[in-house]
């Protein structure tokens, strides 16, 4: 009697898998951007950026309204170009050095970037992610600040507070806060505890920039262009054509009622200023992220 052959199986065979593919390094950077932001949002450092912003509001506020200064309230840019062209840089720096200043080295400090190096995750795609996190943070004191200052230009001057002007003293603003959380990310990547980090570009942008920027003036008569606080004096000057036009040390005039006020500025023109900062902005990212791959976790 011949063997019968072998049965088969006739249920259907399962589906092919589909091999996984891997999360995308931007899909990870927004998903950590997003952990990040919920981390700032519900912290005491926001709150504190926010009270810092309110409080420098409120004094420029009570200040203008009890001195009303002619000068000041002439016109709309007369106003912008004092209180937001300086007021704003503060705010950004505090904000760079508040949101910034330990967002890498904090990593190392705290132990959280060895668990967080373990993970299928570059480290370009960490380094992206907290530096958007910490830019929207920033920007959201910036533009609290600049709706302050904008509710203020509404009680003077009506429904012509906002300018053009003003908008493209914003961006440049904007563009200001880039390059100085770019600086900051650099040195907090520099450095493996997040105080030095933190305090080093605090001096460096509230103090140290400045005095090097007057040194090299009055010793060496040269313009400091390499200098990041060198451009954002444009952030005021795009209020007055004149004294965004004429680079270097010269005499600018603020118009207003009996001829307006003249100061001695240094200022680089606008399209100088927005190149050094997005000069510094491409060079301080590039050597940040570079030192922050070299660093080994323990």
């Known amino acids: 009697m011949a063997a019968s052959p072998p049965a088969t199986s006739t249920a259907p065979s399962p589906p092919a898998r589909h091999e996984r593919t891997p999360v995308g390094s931007l899909e990870q950077a927004f998903k950590l ?5 919920r981390d ?46 300086s ?13 910034g200043g330990d967002a890498i080295a904090g990593e190392f400090q705290n132990r959280t970037g060895y668990f967080l190096m373990g993970q299928p995750i570059r480290r370009a795609t960490v ?48 563009v200001y806060l880039l390059a100085l959380l770019g600086a900051t990310f650099m040195f907090s990547s520099l450095f493996k505890t997040s105080t030095y980090a933190t305090l080093v570009v605090a001096v460096l942008f509230l103090f140290g920039f400045m005095i090097l920027q007057d040194l090299i003036q009055g010793l060496a008569h040269t313009t400091p262009w390499y200098i990041l606080t060198y451009a954002d004096s444009i952030i005021g000057g795009v209020f007055n054509a004149s ?12 118009p207003g009622p009996g001829g307006g006020f003249t100061s001695v500025v240094t200022n680089a023109t606008i399209p100088e200023g927005v190149g050094i900062m997005i000069a510094y902005f491409v060079l ?4 940040g992220l570079l030192s922050f791959e070299r660093e080994e976790f323990s």
């Open 87 to 99: 007021g704003v840089t503060v705010v950004i720096v505090f904000a760079g050095v508040i949101f």
């Open 243 to 254: 004294c965004a036009s004429a680079p270097g040390t010269h005499t600018c005039t603020q």
């Open 127 to 174: 380094y992206v992610g907290k530096y958007i996190a910490a830019f929207v943070a920033a920007l959201t004191a910036v533009v609290l600040f600049a709706l302050v200052l904008l509710a203020n230009g509404s009680f003077y001057f009506g429904a012509g507070a906002f300018t053009a002007n003003f908008g493209a003293s914003f961006v440049i603003a904007v």
């Open 284 to 287: 301080t990212a590039i050597l």
């Open 40 to 85: 700032y949002f519900f912290s005491r450092r926001f709150i504190l950026m926010m009270a810092i912003v309110a409080i420098i509001g409120a004094i420029l506020t009570a200040v203008v309204g009890y001195y009303r200064p002619p000068a000041f309230l002439a016109n709309s840019d007369a106003f912008y170009a004092t209180l937001w062209g």
């Open 33 to 37: 951007t997003r952990y990040q932001l």
